[in-house]
């Protein structure tokens, strides 16, 4: 799934925890590094630093920071109903559930089209209050306990705890969650559900090392089922934190 710390095993049966770790977006980060652009001067018995830099270029490492020579196709209302009409289709066969957004991807440029009572919040992550709950948020430090279900750009469901068969138990600000994931479900209250979109800036991050092979939009529909304070407890020399 899309949300667990790199710190826990690359399977696909874990919760939107961060595979830093979870979340496009979606904020509730993992700062990914460019390499910078430099240029230098080489000479004949510099071979290492030849190399050094021959391996960087091939390797796509210094390529980020190149100006684009390319220009950028403008995209005509007939391809973007073009594409619109493509996402939807996919998204019947795959069952989504009603109301679910839809993804215009041409290339690397990503629209995200919803409709108006999705609210966009300045991280970029993307949400609708289903059901609005009662009671409080929860804080950094407290377990929440929620149902989840995970879905790609495609409408496919990626994860659910409802097909687990058990909800998933997580504390805040311990990067349990990708940050899209943790903004969302921080200001829910018990009884809430809530479809948030996570832009691929706010989710987990991806390369050889994790699960994630690209960065793509998630959305997921979150059902907060409860919050529990917790303590650390110490008991000679092992200690652990339960929540309760």
Known sequence: MTFLSSSLPSTPNYFPCNTLVIHQSHGTSCPQTRAPSCACQ?????????????????????????????????????????????????????????????????????????????????????????????????????????????????GRRIDSTYLQGTPAKVRLGTNGLIPGFEEGIKDMKPGGKRRIIVPPELGPPVGPSTFFSSKQYEVFDIELLSIQDCTRRTIGFYSDVVCS
């Open 42 to 154: 080489i000479d004949q018995g510099k071979m290492g630093r030849r190399l050094f830099f021959t391996f960087l270029a091939g390797s796509g490492a210094m390529s980020a920071a190149l100006p684009s020579s390319g220009k950028t196709k403008k995209q005509t209302p007939f391809d973007e109903r073009r594409l619109l009409e493509q996402n939807k289709r996919i998204q019947r066969e795959n069952n989504v559930p009603d109301d679910f957004p839809s993804f215009l991807r041409e290339g690397f440029q990503v629209r995200v089209v919803a409709p108006d009572y999705y609210v966009t919040r300045d991280s970029g992550l993307v949400l609708w209050d289903i059901a609005p709950g009662q009671g409080d948020c929860p804080k950094d430090g407290q377990q929440v306990t929620f149902h989840y279900v995970g879905y790609n750009e495609s």
